[in-house]
């Protein structure tokens, strides 16, 4: 039979072959000690194996039992005291069989009554998995074959494993083997409470000293009501940690488990038969000792502290420090005050669709009052702000206030206080919610702002104080919002209070260094101080300031409200905005029929509030006059002439202004949008607007002249005129310029051909702006005269000299003081210098039209310069006889006179030379002998420089040869080489005008 028992399988064993195998063995050393060796995780047959084997070690029990009764006997009648150990030791010693079978029976008794455990723990888990089934399980104990065995190793709870659809997180055998401690940990962690539960209440004394250690293992997320049985309590009789009752499976400790047998077995451990039972074991300070109130509260506050840190379950935080409360546990209501709190911002308030928020005690202890405000509502919509205020804000305030009073600091403002920080500092739309919330009408119990006075200086706060450009519905709805004061008359402030304080405010709310943008939070100081009046009065701008802020914004203009009361004093900053109102609009690609500039002028003189300051209108400092001004300047600008026709005309014109008012409009934006363009053509783009601006209003001389000024703007731009090398000339920089004829003058240099078109040069000077100047026509003629003179074309430098010729004769003839008159004066040295300059050119061919032109040089020339002209009058008299000597010699040797030399003799200086005796005898000088000498062209060369020196115009030409041969002094002035003056005059003075009044030097 022992040969089948060692050669069965642990799995295979049955109850049968516990019975009919092992119990047929005689040897009860042997059988107790392979009833120890099996370890099988089948519930039946292990309690069959250990039932089997403490049943074999009841004789040595009896055996033990008799050697203590002799020895007890003896000690009797000799009267000796002699210790129950003694006589078991030495029977132990004596007989080392009967030790270890006492050895093998504690361990077969340890066993059973954790097996016992295991079955109830067992049943526990098959009630959690299946609670149907529990009937059946207690039945199944009814029927239990070993209920009758032996009473002192106590009543079998074992059932068959198989029944539980869970089996328990540990196996029997490891259960069997384990240490307790280590055991209980194991279920302590996997939540297994109601076993746990069992382990404590049979295994009482084992456990106790490790409770905490074991207690700790439970996860921080076990909601505490499943550990209500197994979380320290404290005992109202006592003050001190209730103690589990324990009830263990036998009330007695068998004869093997008594300690003075457990002595005796210890001194004989080497001889003890060797168990392998599991090497698992915890490691914990044993706590036997009952603990006090205080250790027991901390306990709690860790494991709070813990649950809340690691898992973020306020909920079991809370539910844990109220089991804690129930049972008796000390200081804990402020931290439940604490948890309550923060389970409902965790819990009941909004959250965002991301919820990233790690929330512990920590960080909620370290948050100030006004954060966790925040915190409630950082996620609550406009429409659900007011409840999410009434369900969780003011309860938190409620607590503050009862906190401080508590703390001997009472503080009955701090629920309003802290509040009403938090409407100033949230957005529009939230603190429109709260006002909605807060009406007069609702019932005081319902409103959140009670006070209606509260209510007026918040709203101005958070308006004035908003820096919004859009939410003019938003702050509408606030305003609409506020009470309704009827004031009285003797309480009504006058109209100079009324001003002081818009002006007081207005200077409050300007940006300084010290204070560079005003908060709401800054503004309520200002109105917390204001009367009743004060306030209604302040609401009744307000109401204003809000009807003119949604005019600013309908024409896309906003401003901020405190803008409103920055400018209720400034002229300037109204008029800007005016400007910027009627521009902006005017941009708008609305803006196309005429009722919308109507209204937008209605708008604009709405704002100023008809001439009434008390108004207090966004322009109220503008006299409508003006701001009907502005509005037909953005008008004009935006380029909607037609509709500023019709606007003006009619017997019903909507805009009331003068026609010099209209005039001066008109020729500003015109030059406004001549400056602003970027080309001078007028047929498109800015250019083309600043010309048919100038069409709307009736035609006047002014007018007249600025379309004449931008006909010449496009003629200089499409003869290429350069500012510089590659830039074209710039409208602006037309206008700038100073002297205009400079305008004619780059004309002329910059094309070859311009001089050709007489007329359309003259024109281009009269559009300039002197069209009744003769002195800047005798200029432009003398610019052409000297363009013709440079490309050699003398018949048209002929012409525009005499032009000019006649020009000044008309000047000189209409000026009563002839020559003492400034432009008269100015005129003729331009006149002569420019004939003389022609008639002096060896390269012109005609004679007599040169002595025609020397001829009005000395006319118009002053005295001072006879010499000079008379120079030149001399080498042409020499030309001539040459001329005519030339004829004499070709008659004489029957040669045919050439044509050139015929037209010089023909018209040779004879014919004006009467005209030049008599203009001499008028100044009574003889001609000079000098003239007839060598130097006279010397000398010519040194009067011209005089000359030219004062020359009032000059045309950007090429430098002449003669040019090249000028050299500037120190002073600036220019000098002559003299010494190929007299070889090259010819060549020199044939380069015309442009020398004399003062070519490029470029």
Known sequence: MAEQWIQLEDDLITTEDVQNLLGQVSDDYWIAAACVDRVVNNTAVQNSLLRLGIARTEKVVDRCKDIIALCSSSQTNDQEEISPGGPLLSHFTNTPADAQLCYLRSVLLRRLDRLNTYVDMEAEFAKGEEGDKVDEVMDEWEDDPWADGNDTAGSSKATPSSKSTEPPPISLAEFLQNDLVWSACELASLSAVQALQILFNKHSEALWPARFRILQCIPDYTYPSICRDIFPALDSTTNMEAQESSEPWRQQLDFVELTETQDALKQLEGSLPSITDSAKMVRYEPCRELLPPEELSTWYKNRVSSVVSLT?????????????????????????????????????????????????LVRWSSMDPMAVVKAYLAHSPPTSLPRDISRLVMPYLYVLEA???????????????????????????????????????????????????????????????????????TMSSIFECLPAWEISKDADLDEDTADTTVASLGAFVTPSTNQPQVTAKDLIVFFKPLPFASLSQALDILDVHLESGEILARWGVPAPLRWFLQSSEDIQEQRKWANRMARKAGGKDRM??????????????????????????????????????????????????????????????KISLSLEQIESVALTCSRELYDNSS????????????????????????????????????????????????????????????????????????????????????????????????????????????????????????????????????????????????????????????????????????????????????????????????????????????????????????????????????????????????????????????????????????????????????????????????????????????????????????????????????
């Open 312 to 360: 973020g379950m306020i909920d079991v935080a809370l539910a844990l420090v109220q089991h804690g409360a129930a049972q008796g546990i000390p200081s804990l209501d402020e931290l439940g005050e604490e948890l309550s709190l923060l389970s409902r911002l965790v819990y009941d308030a909004s959250q965002g669709s991301d919820i990233q928020d790690d929330w512990t």
């Open 679 to 1002: 080309s001078g053509n007028y047929k498109f783009g800015d250019m083309k607007l600043a010309y048919e601006c100038l069409d709307v209003p009736q035609s006047t001389p002014a007018l007249t002249k600025e379309k004449e000024f931008i006909e010449a703007t496009s003629r200089i731009s499409s003869f290429n005129v350069f500012s510089s090398p590659g830039t074209p000339i710039s409208p602006i920089e037309i206008r700038l310029t100073k002297d205009r004829l400079s305008l004619v003058s780059q004309v002329l240099s910059s094309n070859s051909d311009a001089y050709k078109h007489t007329e359309v040069i003259l024109e281009l000077c009269y559009k300039l702006g002197y069209r009744e100047d003769s002195v800047a026509e005798v200029k432009v003629l003398a610019m052409l005269a000297d363009a013709a003179l440079q490309a050699e074309d003398f018949t048209r430098a002929y012409e525009n000299s005499e032009r000019m010729v006649q020009t000044v004769a008309s000047l000189r003839n209409s000026s009563p003081l002839e020559l003492d008159d400034e432009k008269a004066r100015e005129a003729s040295e331009v006149c002569w210098i420019a004939c003389f300059q022609l008639g002096r050119q060896s390269e012109f061919d005609d004679l007599s039209k040169r002595a025609t032109l020397l001829g009005h040089a000395v006319e118009l020339c002053p005295p001072e310069k006879i010499h000079d002209v008379l120079t030149a009058w001399r080498k042409l008299e020499k030309e001539d006889i040459e001329a005519r000597e030339e004829k004499l010699r070709q008659r004489q040797n029957g040669q045919q006179l050439g044509p050139v030399a015929a037209r010089k003799i023909e018209s040779g200086p004879s014919n004006v030379a009467s005209s030049l005796r008599a203009r001499l005898q008028d100044f009574h000088m003889p001609s000079p002998p000098l003239l007839s000498t060598p130097d006279a062209a010397a000398l010519a060369s040194r009067t011209f420089k005089s000359v030219t020196s004062n020359f009032p115009f000059s045309v950007h030409r090429p430098r002449s040869e003669m040019d090249e041969r000028i050299s500037t002094r120190s002073d600036g002035s220019r000098r002559t080489d003299l010494d190929e003056v007299s070889s090259q005059a010819s060549r020199v003075l044939s380069k015309g005008i442009g020398w004399l009044i003062g070519a490029d030097e470029q």
């Open 403 to 473: 906190r401080a009073e508590r703390a001997g600091q009472p503080d009955p403002s701090l629920p309003t206080r802290l509040l009403h920080d938090y409407i100033l500092d949230t957005s529009l739309d939230n603190a429109a919610a709260i006002f909605e919330a807060s009406k007069p009408t609702l019932p005081a119990a319902q409103r959140i702002i009670k006070n209606d006075e509260d209510m007026a200086r918040l709203a101005l706060a958070c308006l004035y104080g908003s820096t919004s450009l859009d939410e003019w519905a």
């Open 592 to 653: 196309d029929g005429i009722e919308d500039w109507e209204w937008l002028l209605k708008d604009m003189l709405k704002l100023t509030g008809g001439g009434d300051l008390s108004a207090r209108g966004a322009l109220c400092l503008l006299s409508s006059e003006e701001v009907t001004t502005t509005f037909l300047s953005g008008l004009l600008t935006s380029g909607n002439f037609a509709i500023a026709k019709k606007m003006l005309s009619g017997t019903h014109s």
